[in-house]
């Protein structure tokens, strides 16, 4: 059995439907640099949105893909 990467951790997450933060990775996952993650699959073609969240007078990003934007693959432009 071969053991997956934390970026491959992280997009199989996202291609569920389900957003993510930084806690969730950490608790779920033991993913800490889950910034890092996105930036990775961001740059390797894929539509990560996010969004800034305050709670309790914390800051937090939350990630997620569109399912209806082909399951967060960027489109090429023509």
């Known amino acids: 059995m ?7 951790i992280i997009k ?7 957003p993510i933060t930084s806690w969730q990775a950490i ?3 033991r993913i800490t640099r889950l910034a890092k993650c ?4 961001r740059r ?9 969240i ?3 007078g914390k800051h937090f990003s939350r990630y997620w ?3 209806a934007d082909g399951k967060g693959v960027a489109h090429e432009k023509v």
């Open 65 to 67: 893909v569109n399912k």
């Open 38 to 41: 996105i930036h990775e699959l």
């Open 44 to 52: 390797s073609g894929m539509n990560i949105q996010s969004k800034t």
């Open 54 to 56: 305050k709670e309790n």
């Open 2 to 8: 071969t053991k997956q990467t934390q970026n491959q």
């Open 12 to 18: 199989d997450h996202l291609l569920t439907g389900q």
């Open 27 to 29: 608790t779920e996952y």
